[in-house]
Structures are given as C-alpha cells and as structure tokens.
C-alpha cells in the first residue's frame, strides 16, 4: 500500500491484517520493495527476502546442518550515505554452523578485500573519506564454510547439498553522496 507524506513523497508500507486491507506480500519476486528507486512502483520483495526467509526456515528444520548464512543489514540501498560522516559502521549477522562456529568473515568493498575479522564480530567501522561518491558494492563471506542456500536477489534458490554447497555470502549496492 502506498501513502502519501505531507511533503508530498510516497512511502510503502505493508498491511498485515488481512481483515483491513488486500495487501499480500510479495506480490511481485522481480519488482523493488521498499527502495521505491525515483519513486518506482514497487510491488514485491524481490526473491533475496524470499532466500532469507528460507535460509531461516532450513536453519529451524535442520539445526545441526553443517550451513551458514550471513546477512547484511547496513548499509542498505535505499538510503544514500553521507562522505561527511567520519565513518561509516558496516553490519551483518550469521546464522546456522560451520567449524565448530570458528571462522573468519571477509569484507570486499568494490571487489577489494578491506578487512577480515573473527565470527564473533557482527560489525565493521569503516572511514568514509576513503569512499568515493557514487555506487559501491559490498559483499560480507566466509572461505572457511559452506551454505545450503544462495541469497539471491534474482532467482529463487533450491536447497544444496554435498559438492553444490556455496562458501555463504550477501551482497549489496549502495550509494555515497556529498
């Protein structure tokens, strides 16, 4: 559903009760969320949402299935980051095992690797004035383990086993202004 601001601007919100609205979600796996980019119609989550809600169910079906998630929860994209900022705090959690939870998570900005960190951390401080502005990529992944599921934004992702498992891995666009 869509509601208009007082400035004018549209956001997009979800109804969860059935009862007061006819809005059920996704109602399109290609289609943005809520980046509504240039004030797109949105209307769906998109397939990663999807992935992410399966990765979890598989977790809870199968807990002590040798499979890591990670997820990213900041940056996102539909929100622009500010240079002025001194840093800028890069986020994720982990779900499910791999190596007796013992491993190493890696970050690639821009397909650089700037830092590696333990699996205890959920969290990365990075400086902004080493960003510059425009589009970056962020992926956040482990060498060290393997993943049932791929959290693709482009398809739906079957469950994996053996010799198909992937090295778990997130990944997201976002922009830096002025």
């Given at each position: ?10 956001i997009y919100v979800d109804i969860y009760n059935s009862t007061l609205g006819n809005d059920i979600e996704p109602t399109s796996l290609t289609q943005c969320g809520y980046e509504r ?142």
């Open positions: 559903m869509i509601f208009r601001q007082a400035n004018g601007a549209s980019p240039n004030n797109a119609y949105c209307g769906g989550w998109g397939f990663r949402q999807l992935n992410v809600l399966h990765a979890i169910t598989y977790l809870l079906s199968n807990p002590m299935a040798e499979s890591l998630f990670v997820v990213i929860s900041n940056p996102v994209p539909w929100k622009p980051y500010s240079k002025s900022n001194s840093m800028f705090e890069i986020k994720w959690t982990q779900s499910g095992n791999c190596n007796n939870n013992q491993f190493t998570v890696s970050i690639d900005l821009d397909e650089l690797n700037i830092a590696n960190v333990s699996s205890t951390a959920e969290s990365y401080q990075l400086e902004t004035k080493d960003l510059s502005i425009g589009f970056h990529s962020l992926s956040i992944y482990s060498l060290d383990c393997l993943s049932a599921l791929s959290l693709s934004y482009e398809y739906l992702s079957p469950v994996l086993s053996g010799n198909n498992m992937i090295i778990p891995r997130d990944y997201i666009e976002f922009t830096v202004g002025s």
